[in-house]
Nanobody
Framework: RVQLVESGGSSVQAGGSLRLSCTAS??????????VAWFRQAPGKERETVAA????????YYGDSVKGRFTISQDITKNQVYLQMNSLKPEDTAMYYC?????????????????????WGQGTQVTVSS
């Protein structure tokens, strides 16, 4: 079974940047409909979708709170999907998870439901101080 490993989390000051990586343990992002999403969950809050991409056509979805600041990208040759986070705010503080699912339709609605993703990483902590 494929495993996902997140990396790149750290503590930064507001306005700073981080790049998170999601590495798959085997070639998996090449399969039709492969979709990778970044979720985040802060203490006491529900898990929310930050960004998602379908690796075949590079279509993307972003949560409203990160549009214009975060960018999801991929390097399939390295089995990696990235989340570039710029202009970080204290409210971006959370545990960030990547997850893998399979879907061929529009991402906007589908990617918001964590139940659509069957493989999850362990998470990487992002802390933004003011």
């Amino acid at each position: 079974r494929v495993q996902l490993v997140e990396s790149g989390g750290s503590s930064v000051q507001a306005g700073g940047s981080l790049r998170l990586s999601c590495t798959a343990s085997e070639v998996t992002y090449v399969y039709p409909g492969s979709c990778v999403a970044w979720f985040r969950q802060a203490p006491g809050k529900e898990r929310e979708t930050v960004a998602a991409t379908r690796t075949a056509d590079r279509s993307t979805y972003y949560g409203d709170s990160v549009k214009g600041r975060f960018t999801i990208s991929q390097d399939i040759t390295k089995n990696q999907v990235y989340l570039q986070m710029n202009s970080l705010k204290p409210e971006d503080t959370a545990m960030y998870y990547c997850a893998l699912g399979y879907y061929g339709g529009p991402l906007a609605g589908w990617a918001r439901d964590p139940r659509n993703f069957g493989v999850w990483g362990q998470g990487t902590q992002v802390t933004v101080s003011s």
